[in-house]
């Protein structure tokens, strides 16, 4: 009798729905009769909670991750004919902040064991037009932010943390978003605290960002009707802070859930030609993604598709090389450890609710194609 395997998804968020629907509905019917749906108790209370568990003296709450990171710049008075060096290796939205407030980004090279911003490079890279720092927590690695801080304070730099896939990873005792002037994070659903919608966060212990922050997300006013700058309208909903406050409380959880993942691929593919993804030295990895790097990804990637077996090459190309930045003028050659990470990495699924066997068949799928 021939055994028919089961589907392996990407992610799959069914049973945590399931798990919290009853909780996070009958929130939504306590917020339905409150009457307050903008900026109410459930945004209040979950950015007090949040700012708790990150270990920053405050947070606030915004539409969504680029928000988040856009907000942060805004607010540390970064704007036209400022620079701000970041990683080219993460998702767009990370440099697409920098263009929108008017600055321009400046792309540093990265490590290539934890694919974050070297830090080396970021200090080659500082001119007097620099105003900030944005490092990325790329896949849940923390970067490396005691040389990072370490330079901005020589420099008299900002430090913007792209927290935006890190919820819950941690570096010398603290988490990431408590780390650098602010952390900008993502509630996307597939991101590790992620809501069911779009949601977003800034944490800080700074009072006078936070002023800032506060009107920036509410169209620049400092009282009903009374706008002093040029802001947004960029909340977070009542119902998705309510589903928020609900799976912050199981969130050290369902990382200790990826961490296990995450741990028996790594001890499949020790010996193989695949190499893991780096553990943060002092620190704790929040494996929002499973990143290994292959000879001849491309290829074993098609033989993992070809058995109904999901995986991302995320990021396929360096933000430096993309069209958009066509008028920045880099080229191939100029970040060599991101262009070769593009070629090599491949981003393997881990949830808390992945079956281990799921990952025990992908493991030994790759294993067996790179021979
Ligand atoms: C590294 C990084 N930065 C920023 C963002 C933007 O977050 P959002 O999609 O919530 O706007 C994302 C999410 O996709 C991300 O992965």
Not at 5 to 13: H, K, Q, R, S
Not at 261 to 277: C, D, K, M, Q
Not at 335 to 351: F, G, I, R
Request: aromatic share 8%; proline share 5%; net charge negative.
């Amino acid at each position: 009798m021939s055994v028919v395997n089961d589907p392996i998804p990407f992610l799959d968020l069914s049973g945590e729905y399931n798990e919290l629907e009853a909780e996070w509905f009958a929130a939504i019917h306590e917020t339905g009769k409150t009457g307050r749906y903008i900026l109410g108790p459930n945004v209040q209370a979950f950015e007090e909670e949040l700012a708790e568990h990150v270990g920053s003296e405050y947070a606030v709450s915004c539409a969504n991750g680029t928000d988040a990171l856009m907000l942060s710049l805004r607010a540390l008075g970064v704007g036209p004919g400022d620079e701000v060096i970041t990683s080219p290796y993460t998702f767009y939205a990370t440099s697409e902040v920098i263009n929108l407030v008017g600055a321009t980004p400046v792309f540093a090279d990265i490590l290539p064991g934890c694919f974050t911003i070297d830090p080396a490079s970021v200090k080659a890279k500082i001119t007097s037009k620099t105003k900030a720092i944005m490092p990325v927590h790329i896949f849940g690695h923390p970067a490396r932010m005691d040389e990072l801080n370490a330079i901005a304070s020589e420099h008299g730099l900002a430090v913007v943390e792209d927290a935006a896939q890190s919820y819950g990873a941690d570096l010398n005792g603290k988490r990431v978003g408590s780390l650098g002037t602010t952390g900008g994070f993502s509630f996307y659903p597939t991101k590790v605290l992620g809501c069911y919608g779009d949601g977003g966060i800034i944490t800080t212990s700074d009072a006078t960002v936070v002023e800032s922050l506060k009107k920036l997300r509410n169209h620049g006013a400092s009282a009903p009707f009374m706008h002093d700058e040029v802001g947004y309208n960029s909340r977070l909903d009542e119902v998705q802070a309510a589903l928020l406050r609900i799976k912050l409380r199981k969130l050290d959880a369902d990382v200790a859930k990826r961490r296990a993942v995450a741990a028996r691929y790594t001890e499949l593919f020790a010996g193989s030609a695949v190499t893991a993804p780096s553990l943060p030295e002092n620190g704790g990895h929040a494996f929002n993604l499973y990143t290994v790097r292959m000879p001849d990804r491309d290829r074993v990637r098609g033989v993992l598709n070809d058995n109904g077996m999901p995986s991302s090459h995320c990021y396929p190309l360096g933000l430096h090389l993309q069209e958009v930045y066509k008028d920045l003028g880099y080229k191939v050659g100029d970040l060599p450890v991101c262009d070769k990470a593009s070629t090599e990495a491949l981003s393997l699924p881990v949830y808390p609710a992945m079956k281990m066997e799921h990952a025990e068949r992908i493991a030994a799928t790759i294993i067996e194609a790179i021979g």
